[in-house]
């Protein structure tokens, strides 16, 4: 019987049998009915050099000591009270209840980007695995596209790609036979910072954008700038002309406003991998699919896919919808769903040996930036992930035209001028796409708080203007709107502010309250820019509340206040829910 189903069976968690054996320094399965074991050396007798006598010790109160079957390691067994009655040999014992423990205290996991792990954290041998797994994961030094370290104190934003490389064993017939490697899948996650939800937004890879120039490192240690490109797809910001994930980073913050934080990449062997660590993944088909490209074939319903079935099931194109990749990301986010599903269950949660697979697995395929590398990193980003609630974790597509014919030059898709701004501006905002009530209670309580009590005429707020992120000369571009738009003529371009700053603020002495209630209503700044502080001198050695433009700035007059609620995408879908692909 495997430690599994044993421990199914007696009511023991599997978790709990893995023990450190102080022999050998390494982490051995018990199978026996003995109690927790503890990392100290043999009977007192044989740490004085003399031979231990287990009948000996038994009689003095101490443990019976029984040989390990293979290693030959030496484990107490449990000690019995002097007079009392021997233990019953296993299976004839009176069980007792056992109290069940929560899932977070069985076992430390973490799920997170389709990935996950389990940390042994105690003794040597944990830490030579820790440092085995550090040393499966790449990096890539994409100089400042990327953040040099996590925190766990703020939101984040983790771009996941997905390459077309052909790389691995079978996956000959997989992606361009010539592709170095472009940015064939791509989700941008972002993870609220309350961490009520998440939202994870598809990225196509044929739309069309403007990709920005970009500086990379060079395999001698120089740096190269790669010129951008205008009116090209999407995938082709990685991989062409020798771009790196850094130049996927800087074109998704020159389309959609939004600054990733760092990025993961993966490439055709993860799916597989993955795939088979968790024993299959689940998936769902509203009809047969039987494609001769992909050489996918599935029935109607539930099957479970792993390896090069699950490769083929999420590159598959022409058995979808209109065959076309937007339909195709829909069933890829059906997929993640799935997966991450299957990762944080119990049978996988309980299950050792399924852990370590994944764990190998998850670190093999992954590449990242330098400043998630450790992963004691990883680990804090998939535990912080793993605070949402799959309910609230939101799989959507960035809002596209399709096929446009605009007269100039054939487009596949285009980002959608309309639709495509409010849902960045919701993420940029951390507002959630599924109902919060909580945080949507509390977007409007800090409405109604900015709005409420006197404000002040525009012609007594005095103001200086510093740029803390914005784009340069924003600052005087704040000035000349106030004095020639609305009036506040005691305004001031100050400069640079001391250090740079995501979010645009106001900071503000007490007795400036209406004065900072009147700029905010102008210039449409949210609650959470007001800051309650000090004022300081002008020239006229007047007090002055202090506006620092942060990277957040859209531009003189731009309202800032963040939307209460996300827009309406129409189509979307979360993690906790399974779907049929059609």
């Known amino acids: 019987m495997d430690a ?3 421990g199914r069976a007696e009511n023991i968690d599997p ?4 023990v450190l054996n102080p022999n050998t320094g390494e982490y051995e399965l018990r199978l026996g009915n003995s109690a927790p074991q503890s990392p100290v050396p043999g009977p007192r007798a044989s740490r004085r050099g003399r031979p231990a006598d287990p009948e000996a010790e038994r009689g003095r109160g101490g443990a019976a000591v029984r040989e390990a079957p293979e290693r030959g390691a030496e484990v107490p067994q449990p000690r019995r009270r002097r007079g009392a009655e021997p233990e019953p040999p296993p299976g004839r014992r009176n069980r007792r209840p056992v109290k069940k423990k929560s899932k977070a205290k069985k076992v430390v996991a973490w799920t997170g980007g389709g990935l996950a792990l389990v940390l042994v954290a105690t003794g040597s041998a944990g830490y030579l695995y820790l440092k085995h797994l550090e040393g499966n994961v790449s990096a890539t030094d994409v100089g400042n ?9 703020d939101a984040f934003n983790i771009l996941i790609i997905g390459t077309d490389k052909r790389t691995g064993a079978g996956n000959e017939g997989y992606g361009d036979k010539n592709s170095v490697g472009h940015a064939d899948t791509n989700i941008l996650l972002h993870v609220a910072k309350d961490r009520t939800n998440a939202t994870a937004l598809s990225i196509p890879r044929d739309m069309i954008v403007d990709v920005p120039d970009c500086e990379t490192l060079q395999p001698d240690g120089s740096r190269k700038v790669i010129p951008g490109s205008s009116q090209v797809r999407f995938n082709t910001s990685l991989g062409q002309e020798g771009r790196d994930p850094g130049c996927t980073m800087r074109t998704v913050k020159a389309v959609t406003g939004i600054t990733p934080d760092h990025f993961m990449m993966v490439d055709f062997n993860a799916v597989k991998t993955l795939t088979s660590a968790v024993g299959g993944v689940k998936v769902c088909l509203k009809h047969p699919v039987n494609d001769k490209d992909s050489h996918l074939r599935l029935p109607a319903g539930e099957s479970k896919i792993e390896g ?6 999420v ?8 065959a076309g990749d937007l339909d195709r990301i829909k069933v890829q986010q059906q997929f993640m769903g799935s997966l991450m599903r299957d990762m944080s269950s119990s049978d996988t949660l309980t299950n050792p040996g399924k852990l370590l697979d994944l764990a190998e697995a998850a670190t093999n395929a992954l590449t990242v930036d330098k400043g998630i590398k450790s992963v004691s990193t990883l680990k804090d980003i998939a535990l912080e992930m793993k605070k949402v609630p799959p309910k609230n ?7 596209v035209k399709d096929n446009p014919a605009d007269g100039v030059v054939h487009k596949t898709v285009i980002v959608n001028p309309e639709l495509g701004p409010p849902v960045f501006d919701a993420i940029n905002n951390d507002v959630s796409f599924t ?6 209670k509390a977007a409007k309580d800090a409405q109604a708080a900015r709005l409420k009590g006197t404000r002040s005429a525009p012609s007594d707020v005095r103001v200086r203007i510093m740029n803390g992120g914005a784009a340069d000369g924003a600052a005087q571009d704040v000035v000349n709107w106030m004095q020639t738009e609305k009036g506040i003529l005691k305004s001031e371009n100050a400069g640079n502010a001391p250090a740079g700053v995501s979010r645009t603020t106001l900071e503000y002495a007490p007795d400036q309250a209406p004065q900072a209630r009147e700029l905010a209503a102008l210039m449409g700044l949210s609650g959470s820019a007001l800051k309650p502080g000090k004022s300081v001198t002008n020239a006229q050695s007047l007090p002055t509340m202090s506006l620092t433009l942060g990277k957040d700035f859209k531009g003189a007059g731009v ?6 609620k996300a827009p309406d995408v129409g189509e979307k879908s979360t993690a906790d829910k399974v779907e049929c692909a059609s």
């Open 315 to 322: 590159r598959t194109r022409h058995a979808w919808g209109n």
């Open 145 to 153: 596209a990327a953040k040099q370290s996590f925190s766990k104190d």
């Open 559 to 564: 309202s800032l206040t963040a939307p209460a």
């Open 4 to 6: 599994q189903s044993r």
């Open 15 to 18: 978790a709990d049998q893995w």
């Open 435 to 440: 109902d919060v009530k909580k945080k949507e």
């Open 393 to 399: 974790i939101t799989f959507l597509t960035v809002p």
């Open 308 to 313: 090069e079935q699950a490769l083929a099931f």
